[in-house]
């Protein structure tokens, strides 16, 4: 295998297990919420599918992506 695709090869697998980690991070500093607790909140502030479009930024990309996430897009 030539030197640049092993390279190349290295540094995309690196990049996944990081964003794997990343994840399970953000899923472990999650704080645990009740059946109760979630019912308060849902009440308060009712469902995400209710919001209007320029009341919600979609998060996504940036979770899956990080600051490479386009500028376009918002």
């Known amino acids: 295998m030539e030197t640049q695709a092993l390279k190349v090869l290295i540094k995309e697998s690196v990049r996944e297990v990081l964003r794997e980690e990343r994840l399970l ?16 909140i849902d009440a308060d502030f ?17 979770v899956k992506y990080g600051d490479q996430v386009s500028q376009a897009s918002s």
């Open 46 to 62: 009712g469902s995400p599918s209710d919001y209007e479009d320029d009341e919600v930024v979609d998060m996504t990309s940036w």
């Open 25 to 40: 991070l953000c899923q472990i500093l999650m704080p645990y919420v009740s059946d109760a607790e979630q019912a308060e």
